[in-house]
């Protein structure tokens, strides 16, 4: 996931530095199984020659590779404590972290039906967070050198904050010693890639339904709701392929499962790995809740989100955002027809929510070469 998320940034990076080393750590997590990303894998994502990958599952493994070297690692795990030992042992390393995707992650809440097991998996993971950040100001862990951001709503300046909240940023005792705005990855890969954008298809950018971070929070959706899910779905693209006259493709998230995809969706062409390419060629784009949409909306494609009765709050939540902030059309599948004189697309937004969430910073530069910039500057100090 790391990997396919991050693959663009990571390639325009290695033109700034002479060697980069990517180390696959989530074996050295506690309560983790074993997972070994397989080297063809690495090869489908078309680094450069001067990129080199390793798995790790020990920390001598571990230290071999980055010992007498010049580091500073960037950081693509999580924050809870199966984490912990991972930072112990980069703990002599300047650690950055980049969030600079461009989209916005809601907060989960508790499910009426599930409450308990809601609670417990939020609980944990707030307090997981607390303890890194208590264990970093104690210097057990190192702290963030730098934390790079997209959403100008980040900035500890633009936070609504309690007392509390203001005592702990004036002593500095947040993660990060450091908060920088930067451009988003899909604003790099537009402006190195202007004149891509067609609109042939009607993409789709489909859901995990029982993605775990759903299920965390309720049971998995059964067999017969997956099926009549897709049933209306099904029905209402091929309504929207005719009125619209445009073909309908499918992407997929890169952990979804490819074959199942393809027999829950018989009539259209469904693809894994190509989202971004199909993006750039749509000319609507329908989605429910996925961090690629921020490449349609910095190309202000038209965009709908879709509203399912099978979907929980958090899910529908996820959609939400794009509604109050874009006020962009919902496709219901649970009501009958599908119309296309009552869909109805607005794009005066758009630049509100990209000077916001995906390009804030004014200096336009591009994001990855603001990150180099202070990564050098790191090494420097």
């Known amino acids: 996931m790391a990997l396919s998320n991050n693959s663009f940034l990571i390639n325009k990076l290695s033109t700034k530095f002479e060697n980069i080393i990517i180390i696959n750590v989530f074996n050295l ?20 020659e001067n990129i080199e990958f390793f798995n790790v599952n020990s920390k001598t493994q571990l230290f071999k590779i980055i ?18 030992r991972i930072f112990y042992l980069l703990k002599n390393i300047k650690i950055v972290q980049i969030s600079g995707i461009g989209s916005v992650q809601t907060n989960n809440s508790f499910l009426q039906n ?37 959403n100008s709503k980040l900035l500890p300046k633009n936070r609504k904050l309690d007392l509390y909240q203001r005592i702990f940023n004036y002593l500095k005792l947040d993660f990060a010693k450091k908060f920088i705005l930067i ?20 993409v789709v950018l489909d859901e995990i339904l029982n993605d775990p971070q759903w299920t965390r929070f309720r049971p998995p959706f059964n067999s017969k709701q997956i099926h009549d899910h897709y049933k209306n779905f099904n029905q209402k693209l091929n309504s929207m392929k005719k ?11 890169p952990n979804d ?32 809740e996925s961090s690629a949409i921020i490449d349609a909306i910095l190309l202000r494609k038209n965009i709908i989100t879709v509203k399912s009765d099978i979907l929980d709050n958090n899910q529908v939540e996820a959609g939400e955002h794009y509604i109050r902030e874009l006020k962009i059309p919902i496709l219901h599948l649970n009501k009958k027809n599908f119309k296309k004189k009552d869909i109805y697309f607005k794009k005066n937004l758009y630049e509100k929510y990209i ?12 994001g990855y070469l603001k990150i180099a910039k202070h990564i050098n500057k790191l090494f420097n100090t």
């Open 355 to 366: 000077n916001t969430y995906i390009s804030p910073d004014k200096s336009r530069q591009k």
């Open 183 to 202: 451009n988003s990855r899909s604003f790099d890969f537009f402006y190195d890639n202007p004149s891509k954008s067609s609109d042939e298809y009607i």
């Open 243 to 253: 009125e619209y006259q445009k073909k309908v493709v499918i992407c997929i998230h």
């Open 29 to 48: 997590k506690f309560f983790k199984k074993k997972f070994i990303h397989k080297s063809s894998t690495f090869k489908s994502f078309n680094f450069k």
């Open 67 to 84: 010992s007498n070297k010049q580091i500073v690692g960037i950081n693509f795990f999580g924050r809870s404590l199966n984490d912990l």
């Open 114 to 150: 599930n409450f308990i097991k809601g609670f417990f998996y939020k609980k944990y993971k707030e307090l997981s967070y607390k303890f890194l950040v208590l264990l970093s100001n104690f210097k057990i862990i190192s702290k963030m050198e730098i934390r790079f951001i997209t």
């Open 257 to 288: 499962n490819l074959n199942q995809k393809k027999k829950l969706f018989k009539d259209f062409k469904v693809v894994q790995y190509n989202t971004r390419s199909f993006i750039y060629k749509a000319y609507i784009v329908v989605f429910f």
